[in-house]
């Protein structure tokens, strides 16, 4: 059997090298450098970017009870080296994966030609099936001065090599929200300009409102409801806010307005693949309206994760085996790294009683957690949601030090349905973080 894998982001090369562990032959096939956008131009030197900036907030913070100096100065060319050598490294490993005597990698732009042909640089590949995992590019608002210098997106950004004294975030999801935090931190005045009424719009409310203001004490400016109409000559960002015309002037605007499929050259309608604007349409085992064509990650439109893009093509990969799986897409953990951090995982309380659904929310917070209080990270809260009747985890929401990592806990929890009841009667190491997900249990 031969696959043949079109992208090497998480969603391509993880899949490649299961398939090779399985004694499948695979080419994958990759126009940009090996590990996609997360690895080069996404979550990894972005997280490289948090790294730093949590230790100027330290420092920071520190230097508030006297015990360093107030004031941090860094050369932030040398974050950005760093950067560098940490995607670096991790691209070499990815290559090392990539020499397994099974998989065969091949560089250029790809089309479908049909259901058992790829045609890269004027060359026929032939395979038994084909997975589609070319991901995702940067969207832009439909308005006049994105094209002006100083305009960037999040890829443009973290090759800067200075800290813009004025930023101007247009979009208040995941991706514009941590990069307000991280320049915040080096010592950037930011702004943002979110269109929907509350930042982080596909996340529970309750968290969303929180964080908007744990971010505005921090000093970033946050302005909901905000639609961006132009940008002008002097990166003047205008938008109406109840319907008068305001202005936010910057040295850099950064466009965080989320990313779209990245459909471009793959020769979709030729060869009978059905997809919308939004992505390629796929049934639950991944697979394409063409038998033995399948598509994974952010190409489908679905949630734009590196984690579920993984999982996503151990999906289509059991199916090309016949093999069955217990991967549930409904309990997928997400996080914002911003300062204090924000995860979530299952239900939210709006769509728990969209569903009518009898709910309880248990709450906790951070500033009553020892751990906490012995780190100086105090803000923060934990909500737990479980059904009102059985007392099944629903979800959960939270944001303060290091919830992305807390929130895998009850990820784990739900993932084999457990209770409230269960819940309470796990014990917790003391004094941990993890001890507000027992707080709010017991709330």
């Known amino acids: 059997m031969r696959i043949i894998i079109i992208g090497a982001g998480p969603g391509g090369y993880e899949t490649a090298v299961e398939a090779a562990k399985r004694g499948i032959e695979v080419t994958i096939v990759t ?46 060319s040398k974050v950005a080296e760093r950067k560098e050598a940490v995607v670096e490294q991790l691209r070499m490993g990815v290559d090392s994966l990539m020499k397994h005597k099974l998989i065969s990698l091949v560089t250029g732009r790809a089309s479908i030609k049909d259901a058992h042909t790829v045609v890269v640089n004027d060359h026929e590949i032939e395979g038994d099936y084909i997975i589609i995992a070319t991901g995702s590019v940067s969207s832009f608002l439909p308005i006049p001065g994105i094209d002006l210098p100083g305009v960037v997106t999040s890829k443009e950004i973290l090759d800067m090599t200075e800290i813009p004294e004025r930023l101007i975030v247009i979009g208040g999801g995941v991706i514009g929200l941590e990069f307000a935090s991280i320049f915040k931190a080096f010592g950037s ?26 971010l505005g004490k921090r000093g970033i400016t946050i302005e909901t ?35 779209r499929a990245n459909l471009e050259s793959l020769n979709l309608s030729e060869v009978g693949i059905d997809f919308t604007r939004r992505g390629i349409v796929v049934d639950e085992n991944m697979q394409t309206s063409v038998p033995g064509i399948y598509a994974v990650g952010d190409i489908t439109g679905g949630l734009m994760l590196a984690h579920v893009a993984t999982f996503q093509g151990l999906r289509a990969l059991n199916h090309i085996c016949g093999q069955s799986d217990s991967i549930d897409f409904d309990i997928v953990p997400a996080a914002v790294f911003t300062m ?99 707080a709010a249990a017991h709330s």
């Open 31 to 76: 126009e940009g450098p090996l590990g996609g956008t997360c690895l080069n131009e996404g979550c990894i030197p972005t997280k490289t970017f948090c790294h730093y900036a949590e230790l100027v907030e330290e420092i920071s913070r520190a230097g508030e009870h006297g015990i360093a100096e107030g004031s941090v100065t860094f050369d932030f």
């Open 340 to 438: 204090p951090e924000a995860a979530t995982v299952g239900m939210s309380e709006e769509q728990c009683k969209e569903m009518g659904l009898s709910i309880k929310c248990l709450k906790s917070f951070f500033r009553a957690n020892g751990k906490a209080v012995s780190m100086d990270s105090t803000e923060g809260f934990c909500k737990v949601i479980v059904d009102a009747q059985d007392g099944e985890i629903l979800g959960c929401h939270l944001f303060g030090p290091h919830s992305a990592d807390i929130v895998q806990e009850v990820a784990a929890l739900m993932a084999k349905k457990a209770t409230l009841t269960e819940l309470q009667s796990i014990i917790h190491a003391h004094p941990t973080l993890g001890e507000v997900i027992q």
């Open 189 to 214: 005045e930011v702004t943002v300009l979110e269109y929907a009424k509350d930042i982080l719009p596909r996340f529970d409310s309750d968290l969303s409102k929180r964080l908007k203001q744990a």
């Open 225 to 259: 409801q905000a639609q961006v109409t132009s940008i002008e000559e002097g990166l003047k960002v205008k938008y109406l806010k109840k319907d008068k015309e305001c202005e936010a002037e910057g040295d850099c605007v950064l466009m965080a307005v989320g990313r």
